[in-house]
């Protein structure tokens, strides 16, 4: 009979310490699904607010690409017209790149050439021959792979400064010359 009471009596203290512990990991589980609701909450607000700042940088490229090409078709700059033609698909599917990128290194050369493809199959052997054909400056971003490399390309090539209307001069002047 005392041997039952000693068993039952470790019974009782054993159930009331696993009823204590899954008390305890019962809270723990509630604040833990708490926080993960809160960090899918705050994620999404991100995810969104990438996509805007995505599309708001598209609609800014975009503009300067046609400030851009207005000022090549004023000046009858040739070579800034076809400079244009080559970069825009990159412009027009900014924020598709963008967001593409944002998901890892390595996505910017296979989402870049998916977009040039759609608009023509040779468009993205066009535009990475005038890229490797370009200075370091270009060649570093474009191999960089990556969001930051994207930014600071395209931001490159909408940029319109004296240095670069002379190698555009002096690559003209070399095409003619073959």
């Not at 969104?48 to 700059?77: C, D, G, P, W």
């Not at 021959?129 to 060649?139: D, E, G, H, I, P």
Request: hydrophobic share 40%.
């Amino acid at each position: 009979m005392f041997f039952v009471s000693v068993i039952t009596l470790i019974f009782v203290f054993i159930s009331i310490y696993f009823f204590f512990r899954a008390e305890k990991l019962q809270r723990k589980l509630i604040t833990q699904q708490r926080e993960s609701s809160s960090t899918r909450k705050e994620n999404k607000v991100l995810v969104e607010s990438m996509t805007l700042v995505a599309t708001r940088e598209q609609e800014f490229a975009k503009e300067r690409l046609k400030r851009l090409i207005a000022y090549a078709k004023a000046n009858e700059h040739e070579q800034l017209l076809i400079h244009t033609e080559l970069i825009s698909p990159l412009i027009n599917n900014y924020s598709i790149i963008f967001q593409e990128c944002l998901k890892g290194k390595g996505r910017l050369k296979a989402i870049s050439q998916k977009c040039f493809e759609n608009q023509d199959s040779s468009a993205y052997k066009k535009f990475v021959a005038m890229l490797v054909t370009s200075n370091k400056q270009l060649k570093r971003y474009w191999s960089s792979d990556n969001l930051n490399g994207f930014l600071f390309l395209v931001e490159a090539l909408l940029t319109f400064d004296g240095d670069y209307a002379h190698a555009l001069a002096t690559d003209q002047k070399s095409s003619c010359l073959s």
